[in-house]
């Protein structure tokens, strides 16, 4: 949530930043209701002093044994119109927190300007595209002549865009996972969360997810309490410390869990139909930073290499692109996607997006830290990234390590895990 003084003194920067990333957010209004706000509690605030030098009269005339009833009339008077304006003010506030809720968070300088995703540019890339000697298949292709990846009975138990995973499918998707949390844990310096995976309004409003994409969420009415599966862990990961003061010697903390993740995936009618890239279910694992503000730059760096590391112990080949202004995610200062490459399809696809939300999500959670005991709180800058969506990582796999028989090479880093070299049919 970007503040109210920041947006007051900075319209045009505002405006334009809502422009460049496709948003709508009625700036003027909010400008107008916080105008308007200020000028009731300017009002109030006279009433209230008012109100103080009439109690002091009212005071002094009954200490005196005179009569004030007079004064006491005009205390009730003057009461009932400060309840008036309080009440104007809550209205106001109210209305301009509907709006703020829906601003993006601005974006860093360095964001490139563009429409869409045609307009990220590449940063690097990693590894050599694999070559074939026969036509590769799509992921699922694989998976379904394997017998480890079965749409069709899903869709008998829950619908389109779920999958069951068989027998070495589960074996894979459960190494891949595994490998990822020891990766994260043992090398990187993350420690390792299962959090909640039902959470309340408060948080999906924290980290942004509400109320501008109520519409993809999974909602949860029990005895008439609001609840929602979540999106990703980056929800009760940031939500960890919501509305805490953190001591700021103990910054940056990293946080990873994996988790089933649930997304209805409105407005993605005929998009990834098949296969595992937008499902309503699948397993992600996630990174969480809470840092300073002046290392949180550097250690978006290190988040999205943290990412690319996995990619690179898989021998997967990858890009990662800087998102635009047109692309970026709402909650997001700056995010760089690492793309995955898929012969079937033969171009790159999204398999982790590494962002700064800077104190964005901080302000709406109200997490803050101090710099020593006598400090003033200051927000917290945080970020998040995946490390890895687990069932794109899977598909990844099946495509790059197909066999011309049909069977599937286990990447080196994950035979431990697997305890198989290969992955052949299922009896």
């Not at 002091?56 to 009339?73: G, H, M, T």
């Not at 609001?226 to 990293?254: F, H, Q």
């Not at 197909?402 to 049919?425: F, H, N, W």
Request: charge should be neutral.
């Amino acid at each position: 949530m970007l503040d109210t003084k920041f947006i007051r003194e900075h319209i045009n920067e505002v405006k334009e930043n809502v422009k460049n990333r496709n948003a709508k957010a009625d700036i003027d209004a909010f400008v107008e209701w916080e105008g308007q706000r200020r000028q009731l509690l300017q009002r109030v605030e006279a009433m209230k002093n008012q109100r103080n030098t009439v109690t002091q009269e009212i005071s002094r005339l009954k200490k005196n044994k005179e009569n004030a009833d007079v004064q006491i009339a005009a205390m009730k008077t003057l009461g009932d119109e400060i309840d008036s304006l309080d009440k104007q003010v809550g209205e106001a506030e109210k209305a301009m927190r509907n709006i703020q809720l829906m601003i993006p968070n601005m974006c860093h300088p360095s964001v490139p300007v563009g429409r869409d995703d045609n307009d990220n540019p590449e940063v690097r890339k990693w590894g050599d595209l694999p070559a074939f000697d026969f036509q590769p298949l799509e992921h699922w292709e694989v998976g379904e002549k394997l017998g480890i990846l079965d749409a069709e009975r899903a869709a008998k138990a829950a619908g389109a865009r779920f999958y069951y995973y068989m027998g070495a499918g589960a074996r894979l998707e459960r190494a891949v996972y595994n490998f990822m949390l020891d990766q994260h844990t043992e090398k990187d310096g993350y420690t390792e969360v299962i959090p909640p995976y039902i959470v309340n309004g408060n948080s999906m409003t924290g980290t942004g997810q509400l109320p501008k994409f109520h519409e993809d969420m999974y909602r949860l009415e029990v005895e008439g309490t609001e609840m929602y599966l979540i999106p990703t862990a980056e929800v009760p990961l940031t939500n960890y410390y919501r509305g805490e003061i953190l001591d700021g010697a103990k910054l940056p903390i990293y946080f990873t869990a994996m988790t089933p993740c649930f997304r209805a995936e409105a407005g993605s009618a005929g998009r990834d139909t098949r296969g595992l890239i937008r499902q309503h279910q699948f397993h992600k694992v996630e990174m969480v930073k809470y840092t300073t503000p002046e290392t949180s730059y550097d250690e978006l760096d290190k988040l999205t290499r943290n990412a690319e590391d996995i990619l690179k112990a898989l021998k997967l080949p990858y890009h990662v692109v800087c998102l635009c202004t047109g692309d970026i995610g709402f909650s997001a200062a700056k995010t760089f996607d690492v793309e995955v490459w898929f012969p079937a399809q033969g171009k790159y696809r999204e398999i982790s997006s590494c962002s700064n939300t800077e104190d964005f999500q901080a302000r709406r959670a109200n997490i803050r830290f101090r710099r020593t005991s006598k400090s003033k709180p200051e927000y917290v800058h945080t970020l998040n990234g995946s490390g890895l969506a687990v069932g794109r990582t899977v598909a990844a796999i099946l495509e790059n390590y197909q066999q011309a028989d049909g069977s599937v090479l286990v990447p080196e880093a994950l035979r431990p895990y697997m305890r198989c070299d290969v992955i052949t049919k299922r009896k």
